[in-house]
């Protein structure tokens, strides 16, 4: 009641300042709180977010939750996180986090899982970007203008300067995925812009995921050092048992990796994007590759031969061999 009765002294002290930009802002805040101006905007979000968007199973409809295996942050090399629920106890305690890791670790996925999460609990307001989003040919498009301009063109949209607002007030949690896939010529004008936003959205959590580039690193050193933990074979073949190839068994895998003979592709196991790459080898030759010189040949006639097949009228292509 006592906050009710300073927007409605906030109101009138406008209306008599006769400012009319303030009071389309107190409008259309009212308007907010009433019918949530970000619901379509974060919908979208939540359901574009959960469809792969990976070469191997782009088209196949494969959502990111259904093949999830929870995966582990490690935090200063001394906190363990199990990233199968939203974990308010470690954003809340550290803030700002970077995750830092090598290519097929996760982190991307790591990103959209903690967006669903964080959108079912409604712990904080989810807002995904990918960095290289923010470029528009040589120019930097700010986050809080590139939030704007992202809103579906069929709903209401909000005004910029709500929007604004909302950005100093309410409790946000970035996630700005691929800062290693930002052309090197742009990285610093737009790592300074994510450091000067830190400062417009201060109610707000923010987690970068990167490579482990020392130049990214150096650029938010302010930020807590995260890496993901490798796979446990368990977890691998939980992982594999969510795909399923053609027609090939993950069972059928499982039980080839396990005989002695097969006991040094263990090693790529430890790596999602690896375990997933092991699963579309054997499913096309049948067989698993021991060398890794081997496996990621396999890898490039099966991505190949997949391409193709994508086509209409597909044949089978001739290769020549040097």
Not at 117 to 125: H, L, M, P, S
Not at 163 to 192: C, S, T, Y
Not at 264 to 288: I, M
Request: proline share 4%.
């Amino acid at each position: 009641m006592n906050e009710l009765r300073k927007n409605n002294f906030r109101i009138c002290k406008i209306c008599l300042s006769g400012d009319s930009k303030k009071m389309k802002l107190i409008i259309e805040e009212f308007e907010h709180f009433s019918n949530h101006k970000l619901m379509p905007h974060l919908l979208s979000s939540y359901v574009k977010l959960n469809t792969s968007t990976s070469q191997l199973f782009r088209n196949k409809g494969y959502k990111i939750n259904e093949l999830y295996i929870p995966l582990t942050l490690k935090i200063l090399d001394t906190e363990e996180v199990k990233v199968d629920k939203y974990p308010a106890g470690a954003i809340e305690k550290h803030n700002k986090i970077i995750i830092k890791d090598t290519a097929g670790m996760g982190k991307s996925t790591v990103l959209k899982m903690l967006f669903r999460y964080c959108f079912d609990t409604a712990k904080r307001v989810p807002i995904y970007i990918d960095l290289k989003s923010l470029i528009d040919e040589e120019k930097i498009i700010p986050v809080e203008v590139y939030m704007h301009k992202s809103f579906p063109s069929f709903t209401e949209k909000p005004s910029q300067d709500f929007i604004n607002l909302l950005l100093q007030r309410a409790p946000f949690l970035f996630l700005f995925d691929g800062a290693d896939e930002v052309p090197d010529k742009h990285k610093p004008k737009l790592f300074k812009e994510i450091s000067d936003f830190q400062a417009k959205a201060s109610n707000s959590a923010f987690i970068i995921a990167t490579r482990d580039e020392d130049k990214i690193l150096s650029s938010f050193n302010d930020f807590t050092s995260a890496s993901i933990q490798p796979l446990k074979k368990n977890e691998a073949y939980l992982l594999l048992e969510r795909y399923q190839f053609e027609d090939v068994k993950a069972s059928d895998l499982i039980t080839e990796i396990e005989k002695p003979e097969n006991a040094s592709v263990l090693d790529f196991l430890k790596n999602p994007l690896l375990t997933t790459l092991l699963y579309t080898a054997y499913a096309y030759k049948k067989k698993v590759p021991l060398k890794k010189s081997l496996f990621f040949k396999q890898i490039y006639e099966a991505l190949y031969e997949n391409h193709d097949a994508t086509k209409i009228g597909y044949l089978t292509r001739e290769k020549n061999l040097v």
